[in-house]
């Protein structure tokens, strides 16, 4: 399976049969998607800082919220939390998880509050998690890795930070690596992975803006 990062949120994960993108994201941002192929999208919610599905050419099928799906041979759960701003306002993230390919990867969107232990458990059998970075309108560094930790990923995948050309406001990639007490990383262009080749223990991706 090979993953491409976007920019912002948007992940694309290419299948043997199926590409899947998340979180499209309009050029206001201060980046550009272009205009990249899918069968589906997920939208963790409806800022169009994630929402931007027409930024998506062909005709995928596009999901938004919680529930079931199974699409050829990804079967995908979304998983509803609060998401912080206007209490007036109950506005909803989605976790989003697919199975496929004897693998499962986690895209934890804009998360902002902690997870319940059922919530947890549900995602503890993750192999890849895209995790928000840049703080601000997601948990702070600490409180996240403890979410991830518990989670217990293989892979993590850092997204939504600041990077050069971003106008949302955001911290740098730099507090979450620190809290991983990672001091190192070279930025990859992708990462291609397998059920057979998963690492022992947790390792850290960063990846380059791909197209």
């Keep these: 399976m090979e993953i491409v990062w976007l920019g912002h949120s948007a992940v694309r994960i290419k299948g043997n049969t199926v590409t899947v993108i998340t979180d499209p994201y309009a050029d206001s941002v201060g980046l550009s998607m272009g205009k990249p192929q899918a069968d589906i999208v997920t939208i963790s919610n409806d800022h169009p800082h994630h929402s931007h599905s027409s930024a998506i050419a062909g005709s995928p099928r596009i999901l938004s919220g919680p529930g079931e799906y199974e699409i050829s041979n990804f ?10 701003g206007d209490d007036e306002v109950r506005r909803i993230n989605t976790i989003f998880t697919f199975r496929s390919e004897g693998l499962t990867l986690c895209h934890l969107g804009d998360l902002s509050e902690n997870l319940s232990p ?9 192999d890849v998690c895209f995790v928000p970075a840049g703080g601000v309108c997601t948990l702070e560094a600490a409180r996240l890795m403890q979410i991830v930790r518990l989670i217990g990923p293989r892979i993590l995948i850092p ?6 050309g971003l106008k949302v406001e955001l911290d740098p990639i730099d507090k979450i690596l620190s809290e991983l007490g990672v001091a190192d990383v070279t930025p990859q262009p992708r990462l291609n992975v397998t059920s057979t080749n998963l690492p022992g223990e947790l390792r850290v991706v960063v990846l380059q803006k791909g197209s």
């Design 159 to 164: 997204i939504h930070y600041s990077v050069e």
């Design 118 to 126: 059922r919530q947890v458990d549900e995602l503890s059998q993750t």
């Design 75 to 84: 079967r995908i759960s979304g998983m509803g939390t609060r998401l912080q």
